[in-house]
């Protein structure tokens, strides 16, 4: 049986503009699903979606709506009409590096909007339909930071543990009703976003950022075989040095000071500008 076969013929990717929502696309037009792509970013969306066409001759609707919008179940409802969703992939995600209260309450509450609550909106409609039919397949994308708290990245940690959990609930409500779910944990991706950040080097030992590409194929052949994995062979090192090896304290020390360096970030909690 094929991907097509087993999930159906329309995949919905949220966060699909560029870097890992369109390798998640690419990945699942050459597995010959139609896609509906959904971002903010109009000009690269419609990029995107162009460039599928051409590649793998499938149908592609880019629906250019902000993830963050209370009704946005409703806006991307009214653009596919009556459009099945037969795999998702919610990959949309907003971040914050720096100190916690170095930036306003409204930064860390659109975080939590765009990574906890849209995402629940959206399982809730398209998951519950796909409960309905009794098929479909969800990934939700997480981060090895979803493991342990993470400091200058508090928010966005939290976030990515919710996502990561959720997942593996739904995983067990959801699998012997016809759904897959699974939640890929991922690490440093090198995707244009991280990029910008132009991070600095932890530590040695840390894992070279993976290509999106690489993420999306180990996520979509994982899917179904269990509730959640790591990403990369060095990230699943990591993620085992720091769940099982480490005291907790320790783990958690670790990723503050690996930011810390990664960004430039001073012993008082101010940052110094990014390189």
């Known amino acids: 049986m094929t991907f097509k076969d087993k999930y159906g013929p329309t ?92 930036t306003g309450l409204a930064t860390h509450q659109g975080i939590a909007t765009v990574n906890m609550l849209t995402p629940l909106s959206i399982l809730h409609y398209f998951g519950g339909k796909m409960v309905e039919r009794r098929r479909g397949g969800i990934v939700l994308m997480s981060s090895i930071a979803s493991f342990q708290g993470s400091g200058y990245l508090a928010t966005y940690a939290a976030t990515k543990a919710f996502s990561r959990v959720l997942a593996e609930g739904l995983w067990y409500e959801w699998g012997p009703l016809g759904v897959d779910v699974i939640a890929c944990c991922a690490g440093a991706t090198a995707t244009p976003n991280y990029l910008q950040t132009k991070p600095g080097k932890a530590s040695l030992l840390e894992p070279k950022p993976q290509l999106p590409e690489l993420v999306a194929e180990e996520c979509l052949n994982r899917i179904a075989t269990s509730p959640s994995f790591v990403s990369g062979t060095g990230n699943k090192l990591v993620a085992f040095l720091m769940q099982y090896l480490f005291s907790r304290k320790r783990a958690i020390t670790t990723m503050g000071n690996g930011m810390q360096k990664m960004y430039g970030i001073k012993d008082d909690g101010t940052l110094y500008p990014f390189k």
């Open 11 to 102: 995949a919905l990717v949220a966060g699909a503009s560029e870097g890992m929502g369109a390798a998640y696309a690419f990945a699942l037009a050459a597995r010959g699903l139609d896609l509906v792509l959904i971002g903010r970013r109009n000009q690269l969306l419609e990029r995107t979606a162009n460039q599928i066409t051409e590649q793998f001759g499938v149908k592609v609707l880019p629906v250019c709506c902000d993830l963050s919008d209370a009704d946005v179940v409703k806006q991307i409802n009214d653009a596919i009409g009556d459009l099945p969703v037969d795999f998702l992939v919610y990959n949309a995600a907003s971040s914050y590096i720096g100190p916690y209260l170095a």
